[in-house]
């Protein structure tokens, strides 16, 4: 089972993150599963959500399976992006099952982590349903695993932001100092760049805001705002740039910050502080 979201993981990238990820658990092999499994063995697992939320990472587990044996069957009975109950049986492995034994770990690993930055994007997505605000995230991923972090955004309904350095001009409050001034930085920005990449400048308050949109910053983002400060900064912009609100976000208030028009609500937390949802696979039959 598979959906358009899952062709969305290039597999070259998607099978280099498995293999460095392989090769920190198993080091020079996996002692337990050597000294209680035979190796013609076969068995079938389940993965089962112990939990609901949204699921996210079924491809990196099926490759996560296949890359310690590529005869074992992975059967996705979900797709990445579908709401689940608690004890919804979402893949079963058929196979070797040292293979089984030995990849369980990893494979969890990426899927629980994977779903639960897809569960709590949704909640966001969900508390902001009905206004014009798109739900998005930021660079705070784990070291190495911004692919699968940013997907998993997208599986939860969530939208990505820059996914690296080179993808666009965001100038910060330190590169503001580097510069001299926002005016310095934004000239800076706009003799480096070409003439496709918009400039996003993250300003704290009016002032800041007024000097970043003389100097004809695109984007604007409007960092740690309360709502009505953000409702002044959506009115002088104006629609002349792209507001983006940051810093501070939760369940709690994020429905009042989207409520003052901003176009853009970006969260670290999405990615830095999602709790994994919690998974389990367990072993059903074996045959020797």
């Known amino acids: 089972m598979k959906n358009a979201l899952e062709n969305q993981l290039p597999l070259s990238q998607l099978r280099k ?55 074992l069957e992975f059967k996705a009975l979900v797709c990445d992006g579908k709401s689940v109950k608690a004890n919804t049986k979402i893949a079963t492995i058929a196979g070797p099952l040292a293979a089984i034994l030995t990849a369980e770990r990893t494979a969890l690993n990426c899927l629980m982590r994977m779903s639960g930055i897809a569960t709590l994007t949704s909640q966001f997505v969900q ?11 930021t660079r705070k991923t784990a070291p190495g695993l911004r692919l699968l972090d940013k997907y998993a955004v997208r599986a939860g309904g969530g939208g990505n932001h820059r996914f690296g350095l080179s993808d666009g001009i965001l100038i910060k409050e330190n590169h503001i100092r580097a510069a001299g001034s926002i005016t310095q930085a934004v000239v800076k920005a706009r003799a480096h760049g070409h003439h496709l990449l918009k400039i996003e400048v993250e300003v704290t308050n009016l002032q800041e805001l007024k000097e970043a949109l003389t100097a004809g910053a695109e984007a604007i983002l409007l960092d740690n705002m309360t709502p009505a400060q953000l409702a002044k900064s959506v ?54």
């Open 235 to 288: 009115k002088l912009i104006a629609g002349r740039a792209i507001c983006e609100a940051s810093g501070g976000i939760t369940l709690q208030n994020v429905r009042a910050i989207a409520e003052t028009g901003v176009n853009l609500i970006s969260i670290g937390r999405l990615t830095h502080s999602a709790p994994a949802l919690d998974l389990s696979l367990l072993i059903q039959t074996m045959t020797s």
């Open 127 to 137: 508390a902001v349903s009905g206004t014009q605000a798109k739900i998005i995230d």
């Open 17 to 71: 993150i498995i293999k460095r990820a392989l090769a920190e658990d198993i080091g020079s092999g996996d002692i337990t599963t050597a000294a209680m499994v035979e190796a013609r063995q076969q068995g079938q697992a389940v993965i089962i959500a112990k939990a609901p939320g949204i699921i996210a990472g079924l491809p990196v587990a099926r490759e996560t399976f296949l890359a310690i044996a590529p005869e």
